[in-house]
């Protein structure tokens, strides 16, 4: 199976995954783009089996109840999300990925959320809340 990569900005934190992609979004709520200070955020879930932090391990800030952010905290890079309601499964920032050009999103979520200045023209299904 392939192994996927990624690192932060300083390259402190970094992993490694050779699971399945599950799923690959746009997301456009408010919690996404004020941790990441963007307007919109790219995701990718994998599952936890064959997936490793290959690097030093990040910090972690529990956002809100039974969601988890880890981030590098060298140089402040969001580097993934994890909810209770995603069982086994981890969400990584597409930007982090080792070779961000292969990422392929296929949806948007919170789309109603989305700021009103942003136009992103796709034929990509738009959930007005969480795709689940």
């Not at 699971?19 to 997301?27: F, I, R, S, V």
């Not at 402040?76 to 961000?100: C, K, R, S, W």
Request: charged share 15%.
């Amino acid at each position: 199976m392939t192994k996927t990569t990624g690192h932060c900005f300083c390259g402190a934190v970094t992993f490694v995954y050779t699971g399945p992609q599950t799923w690959a979004c746009y997301c456009h709520c408010s919690d996404c783009r004020r941790n990441c200070a963007a307007p919109v955020v790219a995701f990718l879930g994998t599952p936890l089996e064959g997936f490793e932090w290959t690097g030093q391990t990040p910090k972690q800030f529990n956002s809100s109840k039974g969601v988890t952010r880890h981030f590098c905290d060298t140089c402040g890079t969001p580097m993934a999300f994890q909810a209770d309601h995603y069982v086994g499964e981890i969400h990584l920032y597409a930007a982090t990925l080792t070779n961000p050009s292969e990422f392929k999103p296929k949806s948007h979520v919170y789309y109603d959320s989305r700021l009103p200045w942003l136009h992103m023209k796709d034929d990509h299904r738009k959930y007005s809340g969480s795709a689940d």
